[in-house]
């Protein structure tokens, strides 16, 4: 039985293409997967603190010798591990902010990259990601357009980042859909019309992902 991830990051809940379009790709995977589990995490409805000296003491400390305070500190994080475990699949709605992620998208992936558990320098060579068989989608919303070739390419750090890290932690099968453009959406552009190509780009994708092992 197939699990799906479901991990949204925008603050802008109903005016959010990000999220529709993520909620869009769900309704499609549960059709395309009848038996398959979904897990929601909503990461502005999440408490997540900044990474602090005892935290990394924590994560770097062998399980079996961690305090209760320790154990405590990593509780979250444990939590949030077990979601990225269990599930086979992953998708992720990602409004592009100052062109990079949003904060709280950045305070969850401190949280999850986490030594003996998504990663390992296991023999002291290379590091090695951990979350193997897995794959993700990452449905991105930018105000602007920046597609390649274009003015302000090299302006998205979004993409680049997020197939950085999820590739040191393992999951090299990513699949980027970029709604570009949603500042024509405040100038009073159709956001039927707008979210159209869209919505048909990430059902299409929801549809053929098979997820699984």
């Known amino acids: 039985m197939s699990t799906l991830l479901h991990i949204?990051?925008?603050?802008?809940?109903?005016?959010?293409?990000?999220?529709?379009?993520?909620?869009?790709?769900?309704?499609?995977?549960?059709?395309?997967?009848?038996?398959g589990t979904v897990i929601d995490r909503d990461l502005n409805a999440t408490a997540i603190s900044p990474v602090t000296s005892e935290w990394v003491g924590a994560a770097y400390t062998p399980e079996e010798a961690r305090t209760p305070e320790q154990k405590k500190l990593l509780?979250?994080?444990?939590?949030l591990l077990a979601e990225l475990e269990r599930a086979d699949e992953y998708v992720f709605g990602v409004p592009m902010h100052n062109f990079g992620v949003p904060s709280v998208l950045k305070l969850w992936i401190d949280q999850i990259a986490r030594v003996g558990r998504t990663f390992s320098y296991a023999g002291g060579g290379a590091p090695k990601g951990l979350l193997v068989s897995k794959k993700a989608t990452f449905i991105i919303a930018t105000g602007g357009i920046y597609d390649a070739q274009t003015q302000m390419a090299s302006f998205n750090?979004?993409?680049?980042?997020?197939?950085?890290?999820?590739?040191?932690?393992?999951?090299?099968?990513?699949?980027?859909?970029?709604?570009?453009?949603?500042?024509a959406l405040n100038g009073g552009r159709d956001r039927d019309a707008f979210l159209a190509p869209h919505l048909q780009a990430v059902r299409t994708h929801a549809q053929t992902s098979q997820g699984g092992h």
Do not use: C, M, N
């Open 157 to 183: 750090f979004v993409e680049p980042y997020l197939r950085s890290v999820f590739g040191f932690l393992g999951v090299t099968e990513a699949t980027f859909i970029t709604a570009g453009g949603t500042a």
């Open 75 to 79: 509780s979250l994080s444990d939590s």
């Open 8 to 35: 949204d990051s925008s603050p802008l809940y109903g005016r959010s293409v990000s999220r529709q379009l993520t909620a869009s790709f769900v309704t499609q995977w549960k059709s395309s997967h009848p038996d």
